[in-house]
Nanobody
Framework: QVQLVESGGGLVQAGGSLRLSCAPS????????MGWYRQAPGKQRELVAT???????DYADSVKGRFTISRDNAKNTMFLQMNSLKPEDTAVYYC?????????WGQGTQVTVSS
């Protein structure tokens, strides 16, 4: 069982920045793909960004140019740098990893962007 510990959420004004972190309980090299999802109240969970073992990245259209996903192998941590935040980015953000045919989720961290 993989444990994922998220941190970095909070309250920020529109136009501000936050950086989310996700620290897994085992080496990030063991995962096929890592990513961030988010779920706003009354909406379905949606993909925000992914990063694969070869460091290829992908983003939802709504965050392209504003968010950056990365990983620090030495710190065994994945990050989501969020800039130019908008009120519509308000959601619970979840860390997600896939290892072979298993999928693991973090507990979620709240991001609230005020207008």
């Amino acid at each position: 069982q993989v444990q994922l510990v998220e941190s970095g959420g909070g309250l920020v004004q529109a136009g501000g920045s936050l950086r989310l972190s996700c620290a897994p309980s085992e080496s990030i090299f063991s995962f096929n793909i890592m990513g961030w999802y988010r779920q706003a109240p009354g909406k379905q969970r949606e993909l925000v960004a992914t990063i694969k073992s070869v460091n290829s990245t992908d983003y939802a259209d709504s965050v392209k140019g504003r968010f950056t996903i990365s990983r620090d192998n030495a710190k065994n941590t994945m990050f989501l740098q969020m800039n130019s935040l908008k009120p519509e980015d308000t959601a619970v953000y979840y860390c997600n990893v896939k290892k072979r045919w298993f999928t693991y989720w973090g507990q979620g961290t709240q991001v609230t962007v005020s207008s």
